[in-house]
């Protein structure tokens, strides 16, 4: 069977040092977070590059359930930071708790003209894999 993506490493040790050392660009990419169903259905996208004002709730963990919005986009360390999420340090200073971007859910999105057109572009492109597929199995 040959490789369906042939720009991706199958090897372990390639594709964690491929994760890793990957530029700040890609990392953007990486650390998108999927939208809630309501804007799911509204935009026809699954998942967007998580960013700075976004409003989102954390789906996993012990703080699942909780609500803000993203102070932070940590892309060196693959995390982000919700406002009021945080942890008291023993010498009670409190710092922010990184989240992966994976683990939280987008609930409302921060729109200017370029995150509109990376949206449209999505779920036009999602809209040509549907009618290729519809096509297929009739």
């Known amino acids: 069977m040959t490789k369906i993506n042939t720009s991706l490493h ?6 964690r040092k491929a994760h890793f050392s990957a530029p700040s660009s890609v990392r953007r990419t990486i650390m ?4 809630n169903k ?6 026809n996208v699954r998942s967007i590059p998580i960013r700075k ?3 989102v709730v954390i789906t996993r963990g012990v703080n699942k359930g909780r609500e803000g919005k993203v102070v932070s986009v940590y ?8 406002e009021r999420i945080t942890r008291e340090k023993s010498n009670g ?31 036009k492109g999602r809209e040509i894999k549907q009618k290729a597929k519809g096509k297929s199995s009739a």
């Open 10 to 15: 199958s090897s372990r040790r390639k594709s």
């Open 75 to 82: 892309r060196l360390k693959y995390v982000i930071h919700i």
């Open 38 to 43: 309501e804007l799911r259905e509204k935009h």
């Open 53 to 55: 004002d976004d409003e």
């Open 93 to 123: 200073q409190s710092v922010p708790l990184g989240i992966h971007p994976s683990k939280v859910a987008v609930t409302k999105l921060k729109l200017d003209k370029d995150r509109e057109s990376i949206l449209e572009r999505i779920a």
């Open 32 to 35: 998108s977070a999927p939208l």
